[in-house]
């Protein structure tokens, strides 16, 4: 019975590949085989992926390294193993030079940092940092009376000039 709800639930191109089998554990170690070679390429566009990864300042530095720990976990269930104090220093590099400082003051520690403590101490600095920044704002302002073909009386364009206070407008 399980054996048939097994092969039901899978497309008949695929099951097509699968050697036939009477016994349902054998079917999906059979089944298990055919799919290897993809677990083996996921797994390096994990690799790949977590390489290549450096924050950007734009989303939170919480879900940055929780991004990076849950690849690291898809890792480990391929049975390769990310330790906890790699992945701290790992994700310490992907961290841009404005963390700089934040860095040197990791490495001088003597004690390692879980990943809890990591998240807990970058989004402090995220904070600090977001404090320093001062706040900016960019204008961008357009004079319809400047653009080509939009002139209005033929000449010169209309120009009007806002008294100062206090000034006469005559003046």
Same mark, same amino acid.
């Given at each position: 019975?399980?054996?048939?709800?097994?092969?039901?639930?899978?497309?008949?191109?695929?099951?097509?590949?699968?050697?036939?089998?009477?016994?349902?554990?054998?079917?999906?170690?059979?089944?298990?085989?055919?799919?290897? #070679?993809?677990? &083996?390429?996921?797994?390096? =566009?994990?690799?790949? %992926?977590?390489?290549? *990864?450096?924050?950007?300042?734009?989303?939170?530095?919480?879900?940055?390294?929780?991004?990076?720990?849950?690849?690291?976990?898809?890792?480990?269930?391929?049975?390769?193993?990310?330790?906890?104090?790699?992945?701290?220093?790992?994700?310490?590099?992907?961290?841009?030079?404005?963390? #700089?400082?934040? &860095?040197?003051?990791?490495? =001088?520690?003597?004690? %390692?940092?879980?990943? *809890?403590?990591?998240?807990?101490?970058?989004?402090?600095?995220?904070?600090?940092?977001?404090?320093?920044?001062?706040?900016?704002?960019?204008?961008?302002?357009?004079?319809?009376?400047?653009?080509?073909?939009?002139?209005?009386?033929?000449?010169?364009?209309?120009?009007?000039?806002?008294?100062?206070?206090?000034?006469?407008?005559?003046?």
């Amino acid at each position: 019975m399980c054996l048939m709800v097994i092969k039901n639930s899978i497309s008949v191109a695929i099951r097509g590949a699968i050697p036939d089998s009477e016994n349902a554990k054998t079917y999906l170690e059979y089944v298990e085989e055919q799919f290897k #070679g993809t677990s &083996k390429a996921h797994a390096s =566009t994990l690799i790949l %992926k977590m390489l290549t *990864s450096k924050y950007d300042g734009v989303s939170g530095i919480r879900e940055h390294i929780m991004k990076m720990s849950d690849m690291s976990n898809k890792i480990k269930s391929m049975d390769m193993e990310i330790s906890e104090g790699f992945l701290v220093h790992f994700i310490m590099t992907s961290l841009p030079a404005s963390y #700089g400082p934040f &860095k040197i003051n990791y490495n =001088t520690q003597k004690e %390692k940092w879980t990943m *809890s403590e990591l998240i807990a101490m970058c989004v402090q600095e995220e904070e600090r940092l977001k404090a320093e920044r001062p706040d900016v704002s960019h204008l961008t302002t357009t004079n319809s009376k400047k653009r080509k073909g939009n002139r209005q009386g033929g000449g010169k364009g209309n120009i009007s000039k806002v008294p100062k206070i206090g000034a006469s407008v005559n003046s």
